[in-house]
């Protein structure tokens, strides 16, 4: 891994979260970014950027906009129980496991409780393990992802 041009990226991303905010990142585009910078091998800290005034975590800030995207769009009926699930397994196969995930867990479970399609989820203890803001790296559903991406 080239760490200097893994940091640029980084970098480039938080100056374009500090611009833009969540504008560019609708739907579950920021739950992807936090997935793949994840598998790039970014760490959740805030050492790069400090000296721009970049000292925020780039998981974080991206888990935070997943969660204002939630918030706006997640009761509609054109926000799937799939699409909230694949926010949610993304952000903890990343292995996030911060007070903004917490929150976020805790919003996808009262969106999808909105949701007609969610039988199986609820069967499965689910949404209870995400109103106690339970999902996190070694979750089934978390695992899956991450054994999908190795197989490629």
Known sequence: I???KLNEIVLQAKRRIQQTGEQELRGRKAADAVFWFALAGVKDDCAVGTEEGLDFSLLEALTFI?????????ERSSCRAMDIMHMIER?????VSNDTFINLQKMAATCLETKEDIEDLVSRGVIERLHQGK???????????????STR
């Open 66 to 74: 997943c969660l204002e995207e939630l918030s706006r769009f997640g």
């Open 91 to 95: 952000i903890a196969a990343a292995g």
């Open 135 to 149: 999902f996190e790296f070694h979750s089934d559903h978390s695992l899956l992802w991450i054994w999908r991406f």
């Open 2 to 4: 080239d760490h200097d």
